[in-house]
């Protein structure tokens, strides 16, 4: 399974900034060989995004999603609107998502279903707080947050999610997560979708670490068996530490 690195603007740029970005990150597109690299800016940039990126090797991804196609939801927007933009991929159930915007796991498991739908594929966002991982609570929040979002799910689908292990307490923080440590999240991922959701279907996921992730750090996530690449919140927003952080990645696993 080859790299999926993903760039998460979070609320940040405007189209212009977008366009300039886009443009840049352009000039090293040959470098990027073999990794599947996908931008996910805010909504408003989509179109910028889509049609500088349009015909590259690069993808769109959206930040979230609702769960219903259509309706009487003001100042959401849909999964139909974000496939008929170019996007291939949505991030759903963000830790921002979850833990400040106070979306639970039957919200989250009702987008990733919305994204499937209408053939958009979910990185679907997993992990545990601080408290929960000194508690001894990391694996039973992993679980409980997979399965909520996954149980029953076709195995045609499953190889179209990829799975994002994001410790809270390493979002925005600088402190990424120790190797070994999301090592035995992701290889525990891999078993409960194995184990839990249907037998076959984990061989077929990519799982992503998520948390201060940077060039300097990303070669030793990489290298492990059980990581598949990386969703990138702060180092993705220069398109030249961007482009450094996934030739990294690049180097790590071809050495
Ligand atoms: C994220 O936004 O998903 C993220 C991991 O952010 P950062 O890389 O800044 O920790």
Not at 131 to 138: I, K, L, N
Request: aromatic share 6%; with cysteine; charged share 25%.
């Amino acid at each position: 399974m080859g790299l999926v690195i993903a760039a998460n603007w979070k609320m940040h740029k405007t189209t212009a900034d977008t366009v300039e970005f886009c443009r840049a990150i352009l000039q090293d597109e040959d470098k990027f060989a073999g990794v599947e690299v996908l931008i996910c800016p805010p909504y408003t940039s989509l179109p910028a995004a889509a049609n500088i990126l349009g015909g590259s090797s690069l993808k769109l991804g959206a930040q979230d999603l609702h769960w219903e196609q259509e309706g009487a939801f003001t100042g959401e927007i849909a999964g139909p609107m974000l496939a008929d933009l170019g996007v291939e991929y949505v991030i759903v159930g963000h830790s921002e998502r979850r833990h400040v915007m106070g979306e639970d796991d039957s919200r989250i498991s009702a987008k990733v279903k919305a994204a499937l739908e209408c053939g958009l594929k979910p990185i679907l966002c997993v992990g545990e707080t601080e408290a929960q991982r000194e508690a001894g609570y990391t694996n039973s929040v992993i679980r409980k947050q997979l399965l909520a979002a996954l149980e029953g799910m076709a195995a045609g689908d499953m190889d179209k999610v990829v799975i994002a292990y994001e410790p809270v307490w390493a979002i925005g923080t600088g402190k990424a997560a120790q190797p070994g440590d999301a090592d035995a999240a992701c290889s525990y991922i891999r078993e409960v979708i194995e184990k839990d959701v249907g037998a076959g279907k984990a061989d077929k996921v990519r799982i992503q670490y998520g948390g201060s992730v940077k060039e300097g750090n990303i070669g030793s996530f990489v290298e492990l068996s059980s990581i598949q690449g990386a969703l990138v919140g702060g180092a993705s927003l220069k398109a030249d530490t961007f482009s450094a952080l996934i030739q990294a990645a690049r180097k790590a696993v071809q050495s």
